[in-house]
């Protein structure tokens, strides 16, 4: 076993081993981060397809312009793509299934997209949509570091 004084991680088996903490760091982060987004996820698009006029006190005019003349589809979107897989991908990691630290790191690149699109599609900025995309943005990197250290 080589135990190194760098702060800098080696690519090499004996360098990971060194560390048995931080992959188990790495999963709680993973897991606490695509939990938090996936409740938000399951909470805004059950709101937007309970009240598919007015969710949250917002009128149609939000996406006026994009496919969706009521918040429904949005809705049913925001639910399963936002909510309900990254809860499904925490809950595999947990179980540490085989391929779910890849599928995290496409969530979070999804969730990039998403965002992206919703920035693309809607001409009113909400405070949260950067907030997402950092998310996003987060999960992906810490899926892609794991995944390129022989984590499973």
Not at 44 to 51: S, T
Not at 88 to 102: E, N, Q
Not at 141 to 148: E, I, P, S, Y
């Amino acid at each position: 076993m080589v135990v190194s004084t760098s702060i800098w991680s080696r690519n090499t088996p004996d360098a990971v081993q060194t560390r048995p903490g931080s992959w188990r760091t790495l999963r709680i982060t993973l897991v606490t981060l695509q939990l938090f987004v996936g409740v938000g996820g399951i909470s805004g698009g059950l709101e937007m397809i309970r009240h598919p006029l007015n969710p949250f006190g917002v009128t149609p005019e939000l996406i006026a312009g994009t496919p969706f003349d009521t918040y429904t589809w949005p809705g049913v979107l925001l639910l399963v793509l936002v909510g309900v897989a990254p809860c499904l991908l925490a809950i595999g990691l947990i179980a540490r299934r085989p391929g779910t630290l890849l599928l995290s790191g496409l969530f979070g690149i999804g969730l990039m997209a998403w965002i992206g699109v919703q920035w693309a599609l809607l001409q009113d900025r909400l405070w949260l949509q950067p907030v997402m995309f950092c998310m996003g943005t987060v999960i992906a990197a810490l899926a892609v570091h794991a995944v390129r250290h022989g984590e499973r």
